[in-house]
């Protein structure tokens, strides 16, 4: 991870000190960004605007950008917990009933390409004065986080093979036993994936969710707002951007840290799945 931001930090750099002020174009069209200072300022002078005040008299900059994720934070962890939580129960119900995987997956496929634009006002219209602003951003990100679980579980879950299934009928287990016993410990290297794929769709889901519904607190509408001042200060639109980015890496930290109390269940994947 480090690794990845020092050569993100380096590439954005490097393009600046010889990209083009006014960016490439290619055949009349522009195929990279300008390499201006309004368009791409330094990485330090967005590192500087984090220390100084947001407005005159005010609070820093770094102060707000962290309030701003900590609300996020908190609408994303909702949406994940949601999302996942209907995955696994999705998947469970596909992999027991093969009528129910026919008839569902190509639905929970193809709402996927609706755009999320578009749908979370609906979502917000839905949702009214029975939900405040935060639960509906909320089950936006569980929208996006779902899809990734529901689809990886799925393959976990048929993934034993039919020796390993055959064993567990010859036990006279039931369905719910080979469940715990057999398919969930050989869909778990499945499983951490796409809990990494759901946790980054949530940040996705709840930084959209607070723009288009215009939800504020979050780093989402914050952003938004700082955009406004594009022209006179670019870096404190960049330091906004840079809340998101390290939010989304906080975020898969945190469900990178949820396969550790699941490691010792290794062992048992690889058994049943040789």
């Not at 027991?96 to 219209?125: C, D, H, K, M, N």
């Not at 036990?171 to 469940?179: D, F």
């Not at 989402?220 to 890496?249: F, H, N, Q, W």
């Given at each position: ?148 679980v529901a689809v990886g579980m799925l393959r976990g879950l048929q993934s034993p093979s039919a020796a390993g299934a055959e064993l567990m009928r010859s036990y006279a287990a039931g ?75 906080l975020v898969a930290g945190l469900v990178a840290l949820l396969e550790l109390p699941l490691m010792r269940h290794r062992r048992h994947v690889e058994v049943v799945t040789l």
């Amino acid at each position: 991870m480090i690794a990845g931001l020092v050569a993100a930090a380096l590439v954005w750099e490097g393009y600046k000190a010889v990209g083009d002020p006014e960016g490439t174009v290619l055949f009349g069209v522009r195929v990279l960004p300008r390499a201006d200072d309004l368009s791409m300022p330094h990485l330090w002078t967005v590192l500087q605007r984090l220390a100084d005040p947001e407005m005159t008299g005010g609070r820093p900059v770094w102060l707000v950008v962290a309030e701003a994720c900590l609300f996020t934070l908190g609408i994303t962890a909702a949406g994940f917990l949601a999302g996942a939580l209907i995955g696994l129960l999705l998947a469970a119900m596909m992999q027991r009933f093969q009528i129910i995987e026919r008839g569902l997956l190509p639905y929970v496929i193809l709402s996927q390409t609706v755009p999320l634009v578009a749908l979370a006002p609906l979502i917000a219209g839905w949702g009214g004065t029975l939900m405040p602003a935060w639960a509906t951003v909320s089950v936006i990100a569980a929208y996006l986080a779902f899809f990734p679980v529901a689809v990886g579980m799925l393959r976990g879950l048929q993934s034993p093979s039919a020796a390993g299934a055959e064993l567990m009928r010859s036990y006279a287990a039931g369905w719910w036993r080979t469940l715990v016993k057999l398919r969930f410990p050989a869909a778990l290297p499945y499983l951490f994936p796409a809990l990494r794929l759901a946790g980054a769709a949530a940040v996705v889901g709840a930084v959209v969710g607070e723009i288009s519904t215009g939800t504020r607190g979050g780093i989402g509408r914050l952003i938004i707002e700082y955009s406004r001042e594009a022209t006179s200060d670019p870096a404190k639109v960049y330091t906004a951007m840079l809340g998101a980015a390290v939010l989304g890496l906080l975020v898969a930290g945190l469900v990178a840290l949820l396969e550790l109390p699941l490691m010792r269940h290794r062992r048992h994947v690889e058994v049943v799945t040789l």
